[in-house]
T-cell receptor, first 112, second 112 residues
Framework: DVKVTQSSRYLVKRTGEKVFLECVQD?????MFWYRQDPGLGLRLIYF???????EKGDIPEGYSVSREKKERFSLILESASTNQTSMYLC???????????FGPGTRLTVL | GQNIDQPTEMTATEGAIVQINCTYQ??????LFWYQQHAGEAPTFLSY????GLEEKGRFSSFLSRSKGYSYLLLKELQMKDSASYLC?????????????FGAGTQVVVTP
């Protein structure tokens, strides 16, 4: 079974803090994704990566950056957290482009 | 781009059948996914349709009409544990990265 894990289930940070969200997958998948999920808006893609050290912007990359130094790990970074970044953050991975995406359990981030 | 529409909420009683519709307007189309998401948990893969027609998987079936830009997920013999959000997502072949575009999700409430 594919397993995607995220470093925290719940996180509370203060405005202006730097925040790191970690995601690890154990199935040697090429592609990894970061989404945020807000009520009524569905899942929105922040960034994705199709290979180590490669990244592409999604639909809402502003205020975020990512890092993929190893194939199994994809990190989402909030350089200076703001209250409008309070959300559920979901990581996903897929073997190839267009394949089924498998999701981690999510991190509920609250920025005060 | 993609425009994906699904109803916000549906309510049905235990043992009944519910049909969740999803319509999409896309610049291209490769396939359509359905995911199930219980409250506070990650989305989990249910089905993937590429060709027209009905695909059955136990109590769940998914239908696709490419010419009409329409899909539905049919849930039969509803159980309380089927209370969840159901997400429709499409892939676009004009997108070289094979990204998924998600609808906002349909919240299904199963009552005793």
């Amino acid at each position: 079974d594919v397993k995607v894990t995220q470093s925290s289930r719940y996180l509370v940070k203060r405005t202006g803090e730097k925040v790191f969200l970690e995601c690890v997958q154990d199935m040697d998948h090429e592609n990894m994704f970061w989404y945020r999920q807000d009520p009524g808006l569905g899942l929105r893609l922040i960034y994705f990566s199709y290979d180590v050290k490669m990244k592409e912007k999604g639909d809402i990359p502003e205020g975020y950056s990512v890092s993929r130094e190893k194939k199994e790990r994809f990190s989402l970074i909030l350089e200076s957290a703001s209250t409008n970044q309070t959300s559920m953050y979901l990581c996903a991975s897929s073997l190839q482009a267009g394949d089924t995406q498998y999701f981690g359990p999510g991190t509920r981030l609250t920025v005060l | 781009g993609q425009n994906i529409d699904q109803p916000t909420e549906m309510t049905a009683t235990e043992g009944a059948i519910v049909q969740i519709n999803c319509t999409y307007q896309t610049s291209g189309f490769n396939g359509l996914f359905w995911y199930q998401q219980h409250a506070g948990e990650a989305p989990t893969f249910l089905s993937y349709n590429v060709l027209d027609g009905l695909e059955e998987k136990g109590r769940f079936s998914s239908f696709l009409s490419r010419s009409k830009g329409y899909s539905y997920l049919l849930l039969k013999e509803l159980q309380m544990k089927d209370s969840a959000s159901y997400l429709c997502a499409v892939t676009d072949p004009t997108d070289s990265w094979g990204k998924l575009q998600f609808g906002a999700g349909t919240q299904v409430v199963v009552t005793p």
